[in-house]
């Protein structure tokens, strides 16, 4: 069993949003540059990571395929995302059969979700997830979750902002950006026991940031395993 952070579930977030929620802004063809790509891989015996061939990649998929069978991120596979032009490998929990294939849907390029506000003159509009609190909820039972391995539930809260320079798609982003934690509590994924969003406000435009802005509030509870 590994050990599991806080800060790979919250990536998981940025994931499901950035997967989930249509980028308006078109450059070269494709959304603000970004590629999407469908990558091919033919496992060797019992292959377990998969080195994506891009660097900059923004978000995998939220599932993906081993000969034709869907795996679910959390669940069945995770990623780990390279800094800058190191690369990215996805890891499958169970090893691969010689000679299936695996496919693995990835972005990279730039975002219009990110976390935290790194650059001022990005393009707009742009979606910021910010980690507000964070708190541990034991299990009980001897401390064990459902598949019998230790752990805990860990609850979460994040603000997301929505900055735009025309009302109307502020309001159309915001909008749809405050229905994705229902899709995610449904879509049974990344282990989310408890998701959903609060308090969305409309600030109307905002002289210091140039932008109309919406806010809205996240709180999420995932089951969390600890060695």
């Known amino acids: 069993m590994t050990e599991e952070y806080i800060y790979e579930r919250e990536r998981d977030l940025l994931d499901y949003f950035r997967n989930n929620l249509t980028d308006p802004v078109n450059g070269g063809g494709s959304p603000r540059g970004t590629t999407v790509t469908d990558e091919s891989f033919i496992a060797t015996a019992g292959q377990t990571v998969f080195t994506l061939a891009n660097t900059l990649v ?43 294939e695996v496919l693995i849907t990835y972005y990279y390029g730039t975002a219009m979700v990110e976390r935290e506000f790194s650059r001022t003159d990005a393009t707009m509009p742009r979606v910021v997830m910010m980690f507000l609190t964070g708190s541990e909820e034991f299990v009980g039972l001897g401390d064990l979750l459902e598949d019998g ?60 940031k140039d932008a109309y802005v919406w806010q809205f509030t996240v709180t999420i509870q995932w089951d969390m395993k600890f060695e």
Do not use: C, M, W
């Open 58 to 100: 923004k978000n995998v998929a939220d599932t993906i395929t081993v000969n034709g069978v869907t795996k679910k991120k959390g669940y069945d596979y995770n990623v780990q995302y390279g800094a800058g032009s190191d690369a990215t490998t996805v890891t499958l929990f169970t090893g691969a059969n010689l000679g299936e």
């Open 149 to 208: 391995d230790k752990g805990s539930y860990f609850n979460a809260s994040f603000r997301f902002e929505i900055r735009d320079q025309y009302a109307n798609r502020a309001r159309e982003i915001a909008s749809k950006a405050f229905n994705i934690p229902k899709k995610l509590r449904h879509a049974n994924i990344f282990r989310v026991i408890i998701s959903q969003s609060s308090d969305l406000q409309n600030f109307d435009f905002d002289p210091d």
